[in-house]
T-cell receptor, first 114, second 113 residues
Framework: DAGITQSPRYKITETGRQVTLMCHQT?????MFWYRQDLGHGLRLIYY???????DKGEVSDGYVVSRSKTENFPLTLESATRSQTSVYFC?????????????FGPGTRLTVT | GNSVTQMEGPVTLSEEAFLTINCTYT??????LFWYVQYPGEGLQLLLK?????DKGSNKGFEATYRKETTSFHLEKGSVQVSDSAVYFC????????????FGDGTTLTVKP
């Protein structure tokens, strides 16, 4: 299927464990993003990537690590999960559309840290 | 920096009622403005957009006009349906390759039959 897929869709983990959330796009969009969605905070940017091997921090990057060895994959790792990282995580890619840039989102991963 | 402020929800309407969700923004330059919709259990989908002042974006009966003088991009629909129940996000994005999007906090709409 074309688009962005995320796995797993649901994950429960314990405090202190390392967790990796996967993101895969079937297009070849250069830019990819990771957001977290929390009640009262909308979407907050964790990390983004302009191309393979080029990544940069967003506004809430502490405790997270990303990599992008291939254009189509953009995994997000929580090095040592904390309860405050319980959230819904969305991956997105971006494409130029006329005069603007549009984002396409994956279905999200609901992560619970106990 | 850039910011987007949406009216707080939740908003509850009866079917066929008129919908307005307010959105105002602060930005440097002339960004594009967007409304995204998120249905339960799904990711965000682009609903409509406008790329310059006085442009009107429209889709599925929803409309929003880019008002530079009031820095607003209010979402409207003349007659809502139960299937419009979702969370709506206003967003802005600079029209540069390196620009990052800024999202509002989202407004939850529930339409009752």
């Amino acid at each position: 299927d074309a688009g962005i897929t995320q796995s797993p869709r649901y994950k429960i983990t314990e405090t202190g464990r390392q967790v990796t959330l996967m993101c895969h796009q079937t297009w070849s969009h250069s830019y990819m993003f990771w957001y977290r969605q929390d009640l009262g905070h909308g979407l907050r940017l964790i990390y983004y990537s302009a191309a393979a091997d080029i990544t940069d921090k967003g506004e809430v990057s502490d405790g997270y690590v990303v990599s992008r060895s291939k254009t189509e994959n953009f995994p997000l790792t929580l090095e040592s999960a904390t309860r405050s990282q319980t959230s819904v995580y969305f991956c997105a890619s971006r494409v130029r559309a006329g005069a603007s840039y549009e984002q396409y989102f994956g279905p999200g991963t609901r992560l619970t840290v106990t | 920096g850039n910011s987007v402020t949406q009216m707080e929800g939740p908003v509850t309407l009866s079917e066929e009622a008129f919908l307005t969700i307010n959105c105002t923004y602060t930005a440097t330059g002339y960004p594009s403005l967007f409304w995204y919709v998120q249905y339960p259990g799904e990711g965000l989908q682009l609903l409509l957009k406008a790329t310059k002042a006085d442009d009107k974006g429209s889709n599925k009966g929803f409309e929003a006009t880019y008002r530079k003088e009031t820095t607003s991009f209010h979402l409207e629909k003349g007659s809502v349906q139960v299937s419009d129940s979702a969370v709506y996000f206003c967003a802005l994005s600079p029209n540069t390759n390196a620009g990052k999007s800024t999202f509002g906090d989202g407004t939850t709409l529930t339409v009752k039959p």
